[in-house]
């Protein structure tokens, strides 16, 4: 199957940092590439949807001056988490819906990002 | 009232049980029917894909999909300690964004 790969797997950092996930798609093209925030014991929650070349999607509730989305190729998504709080510390798993799949309805994840935020 | 239920568990039976999972949705627009494994502290993994009403069976298991009634099953034959883990449902329309379920928690004893 289609593989997505996350960078990096793991961070920490202080409060007030920023701090950027990156999402790749590494053996197909992908124009849209979604990001999710889970908690623990919880299922995912979609942030925004990411098409490449324009501007991101974002959730109701999600504040996108805070989550910064750039889809800037068909492998290749970033968020970048600004001025990251405590209340930021969660896992952060991206998807990537591949170009050629059926119905354009696949959607294959990445292995998930842990924030914690000091 | 949410788009998908699906019951949470923990569902927790003995290797080599049959396990069924479910899950019930209210949207009739829903065509493509998923269910994902997510392992702890992992992104989810897709296992199986079925597209409007049907049955798909892949290996140990197998996806129902009845759109009459708005209702979706995993079925896991012989049960291993390895398929420990968290199971989501979810479901789209084209182009759409999914809709996930909860997830029930899987425990397999040995």
């Known amino acids: 199957g289609a593989v997505v790969s996350q960078h990096p797997s793991w961070v920490i950092c202080k409060s007030g940092t920023s701090v950027k996930i990156e999402c790749r798609s590494l053996?197909?093209?992908?124009?849209?590439m979604f990001w999710y925030r889970q908690f623990p014991k919880q299922s995912l929650m979609l942030m925004a949807t990411?098409?490449?070349?324009?501007?991101?999607?974002?959730e109701q509730g999600v504040e996108k001056d805070k989550f910064l989305i750039n889809h800037a190729s068909l492998t290749l998504s970033t968020l970048t988490v600004t001025s990251a709080h405590p209340e930021d510390s969660s896992f952060y798993i991206c998807?990537?819906?591949?170009?050629?799949?059926?119905?354009?309805?696949?959607?294959?994840f990445g292995p998930g990002t842990r924030l914690t935020v000091l | 009232q949410k788009e998908v239920e699906q019951d949470p568990g923990p569902l927790s039976v003995p290797e080599g049980a049959i396990v069924s999972l479910n899950c019930t949705y209210s949207?009739?627009?829903?065509?493509?029917f998923m269910w994902y494994r997510q392992y702890s502290r992992k992104g989810p993994e897709l296992l199986m894909y079925?597209?409007?009403?049907g049955n798909k069976e892949d290996g140990r298991f197998t996806a129902q999909v009845d759109k009459s009634s708005k209702y979706i099953s995993l079925f896991i034959r012989d049960s291993q300690p390895s398929d420990s883990a968290t199971y989501l449902c979810?479901?789209?329309?084209?182009?759409?964004?999914?809709?996930f379920g909860a997830g029930t928690i899987l425990r397999v004893k040995s």
């Open positions: 998807s990537a819906r591949d170009l050629w799949g059926l119905a354009g309805s696949w959607q294959f």
């Open positions: 053996d197909f093209q992908a124009t849209t």
């Open positions: 990411s098409n490449e070349g324009s501007k991101a999607t974002y």
């Open positions: 949207n009739s627009a829903f065509q493509y």
């Open positions: 079925t597209y409007s009403s």
């Open positions: 979810a479901m789209t329309s084209y182009g759409n964004k999914l809709v």
